[in-house]
């Protein structure tokens, strides 16, 4: 599987972003997509993900504010974020997992919020 993320870019404080990854190759085998961010100097962390039943997963510090959505028949999955705020500036990359539970990473896209 190979993940080809875009969409990211620089925001002032309050503004909207959406990022978007499509997936390539084996996607018929992807059983969730979802993505996680890395600030500089910190580890990488859950954004959200969006499992193939349906279940949706955010991290508490973007709730209410961004929305995991996909459109399977694109094998895409779409990230809105609204209200940024600099704490969201981060390198976004896409995951995917497959039905044998191997996770597959994006390339990143960079989002920086300017306060």
């Known amino acids: 599987v190979q993940l080809q993320a875009c969409g990211g870019g620089l925001v002032q404080a309050g503004g909207s972003l959406r990022l978007s990854c499509t997936a390539s190759?084996?996607?018929?085998?992807?059983?969730?997509m979802g993505w996680y961010r890395q600030a500089p100097g910190k580890e990488r962390e859950l954004v959200a993900t969006?499992?193939?039943?349906?279940?949706?997963n955010y991290a508490d510090s973007v709730k209410g504010r961004f929305t995991i959505s996909r459109d399977n028949a694109k094998s895409t999955t779409y990230l809105q974020m609204n209200s940024l705020k600099p704490e969201d500036t981060a390198v976004y990359y896409c995951?995917?997992?497959?039905?044998?539970?191997?996770?597959?990473w994006g390339q990143g896209t960079l989002v920086t919020v300017s306060s």
């Open positions: 995951v995917a997992d497959n039905r044998i539970a191997r996770r597959y």
């Open positions: 190759g084996d996607r018929f085998r992807i059983t969730l």
């Open positions: 969006f499992a193939i039943g349906g279940t949706i």
